[in-house]
């Protein structure tokens, strides 16, 4: 645990005087007392940090626009509703350090001249909203929250809510209609949150990662912080690793590592005696990639240049023993029963591809089925409403193309992995 | 006031800052097929069959809901287009009952010209068309699970405009469905019957409770005298279906074709709205000078009558006591008319031709039998009546004008404004203006009150008193009003609340589509009616004076008490 | 039905009687109900408190996976049948807890002890297979562990009904 993590697990979560002593609420000081506003937002821009939740937007640019508003009001969200599967790095750092992301809560509302917040934590962590509640009230009572902040015009109060099972929630329209007391079912965009987001008012929508990395890029200053990871990717990366490797577990590492280093160095390489098969990256709505490309770096240049996500930084390793199809199958059902339901190709999409992928894995499939699982999820991935019906497809497609050949075997009726109710072994081609 | 310059397949376009890129195609005539779009309604953005391809966009955008940019360059017609728009249409029909030929929108529904403008000759996908059972638990409305496209406009209708939220969207992914809690039957929630649903709806999920055949039975019984009244707005808009303009009056053809259909009697609802003005304006002044509860409220539509019952029974002594038109009419019509014409009224059926789903509930209810029988028997929508036409094979385009049956059929300018918004209060204070004063009204076009605005307010100088009144047409409008009455904020005397947008030309019943530009040339052909009228006074009105003078006796009478006068009762909204 | 009414509008007063609150007064509402779910009764009285109509007082709980409107058991399993969980014998999970209770995902036990039912990721992958019963998550998870949970959860309401 390099950077942001590294109070996590050394420090009581809710010991103001721990977090103190370990620099806490320093970067807050500093923001108030010497820097103006528009250094902050500065100072976060030349950071390059990307927004840690999935979609890697810069997060200086994202404070610009809600700065750049002009509104009565103005509203910041923590979004910690941590719903991609695989995903349980945010709940480290809840748990952890919750000072810290308040903290860069405050800054940020500094910053953009938001005077109320709302961490929105998914209703699974009930113990984590809990302690967010102790911690915000610790605050209040210390004078870090609510009027008048360490005696200046700051004034920023923080509302804790959950959400009550809904992986949609994540996007930050739905989890806006959310707290808004709604079903979260996603608004289409524009008018971008910035503008028109909580209530009809401008709002900053941040993931809990990527508001832990504030304070530091205060302290530190930019050019400090840069210093970490590579040059189209500053900073840290927290990765949460699940599958078939000996150690799972949550690390933070620094941009660059390629995913073999990671599963080997990091993770103690694979627990069984078995080859690995494949890595997703991003979680269940990321790409799976054959074990040939696990060379690939840890970096959003890098990745988008082969067109893959980073996501929520979720990896789930798995050896030969698994089913391609059986993984996606599974992936796949999860995105039917999440999908809101709200747009035409995500809500009927969904459910097209889990009766053909059944159907194959009965050993009934047919070659035109491959076909219509083609059309449907560049139909999802080409006019969904939001990020959850865009993405579903993902896995699906990738696997598609790089494990084509099982997908084959199993409309020819073998599941190499002897796991579908086929028979078990590969059709020898050519 | 800027402007945008764009792209649209090859074509440079200039439109306005903020417009989308589907109201820059219409501009230059360029069709998007759309299904969750309505011109009246809030964009949604979630069937998305409008979407197009916009340079330098990964994914295909919504053009309902995506405003032009600088330089913006759109192809609405390219393979990728066309192919993702019939594939979304496939993945709507897989999902959908299409027993078209059986469907009540057959020929006027819109999934049904996307799929043929798309081109879609076959569905790829499985069928996973739903068999929910009908729910027909409403007396007016029913609703059809496995047509509903989840398109969102009636839950917006009903929440947003009514301000009723009786239907929801329950459940999530494939599973969700646009229903009422617990999925049960709508009369299980406090829906209003006003049937706004119906008339957004794309498709065939929601219609009408059909009474088409009970109407056949009883013109078909030769024991039975079946008379008809047409309600005002009805003659403006019928035609729309016929191929007429929006707006245009057919009232002689409605009474000829009424008449071949085989109504033994052909009247005029305008008659009784007529009487409304006598009973009502008489009430408001009784409540004035007798220091009653005020403001007054109007009370001609069922739906706004539903409405109050159950949200804001505290005022429902506000509301007059006036029985709508409709059930004046069918009291009327088994007791004076009866008696007049020595039929048994027994065997006297009264049939509407409303332009209101409303009303099929209202003349069911339990005191609307104050002739000593049901009062109104049948409700037929207007588009009820449009399908007994085509079933009857008249061809009304050739059909001759005919006027309506005495005694219910001479009527003013005053009764036919009734149909639109505002036109109660204007027509009222025709009246009051001159019971007051005893001054001739000289301008009578109280143009304040019209128009297709939510709320409208007036002050009219009456004698010494200035008489402060306001209309609110749709129910959420209505709710406005009726907080400043709770809250002490509204001195008004009397206000016109009509539970549809628009008033009863806008009515739940009326011809589909009815958007706002059709509602403003019905209204134009309402105030036709009026300016052709030579009287446009209810009180001027030689049949109401005859009425008084052979039967009722004197306004707010003792008949008029038993036959033209009712009560409303509090309604919870959910028994705990 | 009194006394629900008290409850509930003592959880309103909590939490607040605004309609952004609904959501949080669902499931307070739900975890103070002994069998883990929110009645109809209930859902009217809130939605009466909250001046929002039953019908989408409904949709949302019904739009939400962790709200029930039906019965469940005072236990409610929760097993995670995200991708991670997956790879880890998630399924045999199921099985054991399934062949154990004697019902299937989304039953109760005739005793109402024990509800099954599937859930999203419980952020407990380091730990998968993993479930979450009521508020509570417990991982690596094989078939000794899933009898012995079940056993020390049902050995517990014995020894609280002995105690009435």
């Known amino acids: 645990m390099i950077l942001v993590s590294k109070l996590c697990g050394k420090i009581s979560p809710l010991s103001l005087k721990d977090y103190k002593e370990n620099g806490g609420f320093e970067a807050l000081e ?49 979004n910690a509703d941590e719903g991609e599967p695989g995903t349980f790095k945010d709940k480290i750092l809840l748990d952890g350090c919750p000072f810290q992301i308040i903290e860069g809560m405050i800054i940020s509302a500094l910053a953009v001249g938001a005077s109320y917040g709302y961490i929105y934590i998914r209703g699974e962590y009930p113990q984590t909203k809990d302690l967010l509640k102790k911690a915000v009230n610790i605050l209040k009572e210390e004078g870090f929250l609510g009027k008048n902040i360490l005696g200046t015009d700051l004034c920023f109060d923080i509302e804790v809510r959950t959400g009550a099972g809904a992986y949609v929630c994540g996007e930050e329209t739905a989890l806006i209609e959310s707290i808004e007391g709604n079903d979260g079912r996603s608004r289409f965009k524009p008018p971008y949150t910035a503008n028109k987001g ?26 400090e912080y840069k210093k970490f990871g590579t040059k189209s990717s500053s900073g840290t990366k927290l990765l949460s690793i699940s599958g078939c490797v000996a150690n799972k577990g949550v690390y933070e590492i620094e941009f660059g590592m390629t995913i073999r280093e990671i599963i080997n160095e990091i993770c103690g ?66 995105f039917k029963h999440e999908s809101c339901g709200k747009c035409t190709p995500c809500r009927e999409g969904n459910r097209h591809i889990n009766k053909i992928l059944n159907r194959i894995i009965e050993g009934k499939g047919s070659n035109r089925d491959l076909e219509l699982l083609v059309d449907i999820c560049e139909l999802m991935k080409d006019t969904s409403l939001c990020g959850l019906g865009q993405s579903a497809p993902t896995a699906l497609l990738t696997t598609m193309k790089y494990f084509e050949e099982e997908y084959k075997e199993h409309i020819e009726g073998f599941c190499r992995a002897g796991i579908c109710n086929l028979k078990k072994g590969a059709v020898v081609y050519g | 006031m800027d402007n945008v310059n764009i792209t649209i397949n090859g074509v440079a376009v200039s439109v306005k800052k903020g417009t989308t890129i589907l109201e820059a195609c219409k501009k230059i005539n360029i069709n998007i097929p759309t ?147 617990y999925e049960e039957g709508l009369n299980n929630v406090p829906c209003v019957y006003c049937g706004q649903c119906i008339n957004v709806c794309p498709v065939g999920a929601i219609y009408e409770k059909n009474d088409i055949n009970n109407v056949w039975k009883v013109l078909d019984d030769k024991s039975k005298h079946v008379v008809v009244q047409v309600a005002p707005a009805v003659r403006v808009s019928i035609g729309e279906e016929f191929g ?15 008449k071949r259909i085989g109504f033994d009697r052909v009247f005029d609802t305008n008659f009784t709205a007529d009487l409304t003005i006598i009973e009502e304006g008489n009430e408001l002044l009784h409540r004035i000078k007798n220091g009653g509860k005020l403001p007054m409220m109007t009370s001609c539509s069922p739906g706004w009558i539903r409405y109050v019952e159950y949200f804001y029974p505290e005022l429902l002594e506000n509301v007059s006591t006036c029985k709508s038109p409709q059930q004046m009419f069918g009291a009327l019509a088994k007791s004076y008319y009866a008696e ?230 509090k309604r919870e909204l959910y028994e705990v | 039905m009194n006394c629900l009414k008290n409850d509930i509008e003592s959880i309103i007063e909590k939490i607040g009687n605004t309609p952004d609150k609904l959501i949080e007064i669902l499931i307070e509402v739900q975890r103070q109900s002994e069998e883990n779910y929110i009645s109809k009764d209930a859902l009217k009285i809130i939605s009466k408190e909250l001046k929002i109509s039953l019908s989408k007082a409904y949709g949302v709980a019904s739009f939400y996976s962790m709200l029930s409107t039906k019965k469940r058991g005072r236990y409610v399993i929760q097993i995670c049948n995200s991708a991670p969980c997956y790879m ?77």
């Open chain 2, 244 to 258: 007429f303009d929006a707006g245009s009056i057919v009232t002689g053809k409605i009474v000829s074709l009424l």
């Open chain 2, 35 to 181: 299904l969750c779009y309505h011109p009246d309604q809030e964009l949604k953005g979630n069937c998305r069959v409008c979407v197009v391809e916009v340079e330098g966009q990964p994914r295909l955008q919504p053009s309902c809901c995506t405003p032009v940019t600088q330089g913006m360059v759109i192809k609405t017609n390219s393979k990728r287009v066309r192919e993702a728009r019939k594939a979304i249409v496939e993945l709507i029909l897989a999902a959908h009952n299409c027993n078209c030929l059986t469907c009540i929108r057959n020929n006027n529904c819109e999934l049904q010209n996307i799929s043929r403008e798309l081109g879609i000759d076959s569905v790829r996908f499985d069928n996973v068309e739903e068999i929910l059972p009908l729910d027909n638990s409403n007396p007016s409305i029913v609703r059809d699970g496995s047509k509903c496209i989840k398109c969102g406009r009636c839950v917006e209708v009903c929440s947003k405009v009514q301000g009723v939220g009786a239907i929801y969207n329950i459940n999530r992914s494939h599973d969700m469905r646009i229903a009422p809690a």
């Open chain 1, 198 to 223: 909580l209530w009809g008012k401008p709002t900053l929508v941040n993931n809990v990662e990527t508001l832990i990395n504030i304070p530091y890029i205060i302290s530190l200053g930019s050019e």
């Open chain 1, 30 to 78: 500093k923001a108030l007392f010497k820097m103006k506003t528009e250094q902050i937002i500065d100072e976060v821009r030349a950071s390059n940090l990307k927004g840690r939740g999935g979609a890697a937007f810069p997060t200086g640019l994202k404070l610009q626009f809600v700065a750049s508003e002009k509104s009565d009001i103005k509203y910041i969200i923590c």
């Open chain 2, 340 to 569: 007049k014409y020595k039929i048994n009224p027994e065997n006297i059926v009264v049939v509407s031709i409303m332009p209101c789903t409303a009303k099929k509930a209202e003349c069911i209810r339990d005191e609307m039998n104050d002739s000593g029988y049901q009062d109104v028997d049948f409700v037929l929508t207007t588009r009820e009546l449009v399908r007994m036409v085509h079933q009857s094979g008249i061809n009304i385009n050739k059909i001759e004008e005919k006027d309506f049956d005495d005694p219910f059929g001479i009527t003013t300018g005053a009764a036919a404004i009734f149909g639109a918004t505002g036109g109660v209060m204007e027509a009222a204070l025709r009246t009051v203006y001159e019971i007051v004063t005893g001054n001739e009204l000289k301008n009578i076009n109280l143009t304040t009150v019209r128009g297709i605005d939510g709320i409208k307010e007036a002050e009219i100088p009456v004698g010494d008193l200035n008489v402060k009144v306001a209309v609110a047409n749709g129910l959420n409008n209505a709710k406005i009003i009726l907080d400043m009455i709770n809250e002490g904020k509204a001195d008004y005397h009397f206000i016109e609340i009509m539970a549809c947008p628009g008033g009863c030309i806008g009515g739940g019943g009326q011809p589909i589509p009815g958007n706002i530009e059709v509602k403003k040339q019905r209204m134009d052909g309402i105030y036709n009616v009026d300016k052709s009228k030579l009287i446009r006074k209810s009180h001027k009105n030689p049949a109401i004076i005859k009425l008084y003078e052979e039967y009722l006796g004197e306004p707010l009478g003792h008949k008029s008490h038993k036959l033209l006068h009712t009560h409303y009762a």
């Open chain 3, 88 to 164: 880890n014998g998630g399924k045999q999970v199921k099985k054991y807890f399934e062949d154990i209770l004697g019902i299937t995902v989304g039953e109760m036990t005739d005793d109402g002890l024990f509800s099954l039912e599937f859930t999203g990721c419980i952020g407990t992958c380091d730990k998968a297979p993993a479930v979450k019963i009521n508020d509570k998550v417990y991982g690596n998870l094989n078939k000794e562990k899933v009898e012995a949970l079940v056993d020390s959860i049902r050995k517990e309401e014995e020894v609280c009904d002995f105690s009435f």
């Open chain 1, 269 to 334: 390489g694979v627990e069984t005696d078995k080859e690995i098969k494949f890595v997703q990256l991003g979680g269940s709505s990321g790409a799976v990639l054959p074990a040939e490309m696990l060379d690939i770096k840890i970096d959003f240049d890098e990745l988008n240049k082969l067109g893959i996500g980073l996501g929520s930084g979720a990896m789930f390793v798995g050896d030969e023993s698994i089913c391609i199809l059986d993984f996606v199958k599974t992936t796949m059902e999860f």
